[in-house]
């Protein structure tokens, strides 16, 4: 999608114009470079699905909590262009760059508000605000920070990395907005910074923060505080959602039925048996293996009724092939939720194991709050024994 070059982005999906051929493989080959990374794939951390366990894991260790966004993953990479100009780039999580074509998006340096940063890679999702007018506003909404201007902070704390994007990038930025209001309508988006709460603030959670939100929300995250940022799947990132929204990401793969012809279709001149389009095929839902030797698994069956097969066709678009997210019913059927055109791949064989335990050992939100005083008492126990050692 083409995007206006002075206004709000159209498209959460397609944020700019995308990347390809030498610029795509110089682009992320620079990160690479940048992040000190041998591998050029997507650099964005992933969490690993909520269990019973980690139950247990939030009160060992201080965990910041956050509402998990109903929205698309990017990294954002600020860096300059050939003519030393400022530029952007939405990277998500197929690996594809968007730079964004709007050049309002400007973050100025603390003391000099017509200088920028460059080689700076910022986490977050986009999402939609929805507005009190009925409209709806882009929204770049950060959560992490790997590099500040050449900087790498992936070896320090999470209140650290947010600390440092917060002094340096989010201040200014916010700031210039107060002195040039006139700006924010040419913005592209608007960025900010996802708030957080300490890990037993779970009630505050659930009963302010999630029913004021402004765009959609499936669960929460919980993020280690003393970790390092850890490129791919961080098991110290813990993503708590809703039993119905434990879901899995399946390629699609639709099997129609041979039919003999009737009575009708031999008078019509049809004799040989012929793909029968119009009723419900056999849907197997497929797993991923990796890239090397057999690609692909057989998992289960998608459950689909006849309405659903109307509705489907009736769509016009290709099926077979597809990445569909589902979840299971209370027959545990698995059902089709949605499409992830946003993704390459379906889930993995290790995250389908990973949600299947969280399915199996549901984490509910009575749990969460039951647990949240246990998980305050021992953050409180472990900064009374920190601040002693630092009193001897």
């Given at each position: ?10 498209s ?10 030498p ?27 909520f ?32 003519e ?62 790997l ?53 037993y ?63 009708g ?26 890239d ?63 949600v ?18 246990p ?18």
């Amino acid at each position: 999608m083409e995007q206006p070059s002075d206004g709000p982005i159209q498209s959460i999906a397609e944020p700019g114009v995308k990347a390809s051929g030498p610029l795509l493989y110089s682009m992320r080959n620079e990160v690479a470079a940048l992040l000190g990374r041998h591998q050029t794939g997507f650099p964005g951390a992933q969490p690993v699905s909520f269990a019973r366990q980690h139950l247990d894991e939030l009160q060992k260790q201080d965990y910041y909590v956050c509402e998990k966004s109903d929205g698309i993953r990017y990294l954002l990479y600020s860096t300059s262009d050939e003519e030393a100009c400022e530029a952007h780039y939405l990277i998500d999580r197929k690996n594809d760059y968007w730079f964004i074509t709007n050049r309002n998006l400007h973050f100025p340096l603390e003391n000099n508000t017509q200088a920028f940063h460059r080689d700076t890679l910022v986490d977050g999702e986009l999402v939609w605000d929805s507005l009190p007018n009925g409209k709806k506003e882009p929204r770049f909404l950060v959560f992490d920070c790997l590099v500040m201007d050449g900087n790498k902070l992936m070896d320090r704390t999470l209140d650290k990395r947010l600390a440092y994007f917060k002094e340096r990038l989010y201040v200014p930025y916010k700031k210039l907005f107060k002195e040039y209001p006139d700006e924010l309508r040419f913005q592209p988006f608007f960025v900010e910074m996802k708030p957080f709460q300490l890990g037993y603030g779970i009630e505050m959670m659930f009963k302010q923060v999630l029913p004021s939100l402004k765009h959609g929300n499936d669960g929460l995250i919980f993020t280690c505080r003393n970790t390092a940022y850890k490129h791919g799947t961080d098991p110290h990132i813990l993503k708590w959602k809703p039993p119905e929204e434990n879901t899995i990401d399946f390629r699609l793969k639709l099997t129609f039925p041979l039919v003999e012809p009737d009575e009708g279709e031999r008078k019509e001149g049809i004799t040989e048996p012929f793909i029968d389009y119009d009723s419900v095929p056999k849907s197997e839902l497929m797993i991923y293996l990796g890239d090397s030797g057999e690609k692909y698994e057989f998992f289960d069956d998608l459950f689909l009724t006849e309405d659903e097969w109307e509705i489907l066709k009736s769509l016009g678009d290709p099926l077979d092939d597809r990445i569909i997210e589902c979840n299971q019913d209370d027959q545990g059927r698995w059902r089709l939720l949605r499409f992830r055109d946003d993704k390459h791949e379906a889930n993995h064989r290790s995250t389908v194991i990973s949600v299947l335990e969280s399915i199996k050992d549901r984490v509910s939100e009575k749990d969460l709050y039951k647990s949240a005083g246990p998980i305050r008492d021992s953050w409180k126990a472990r900064q009374a024994r920190s601040t002693q050692v630092r009193d001897r």
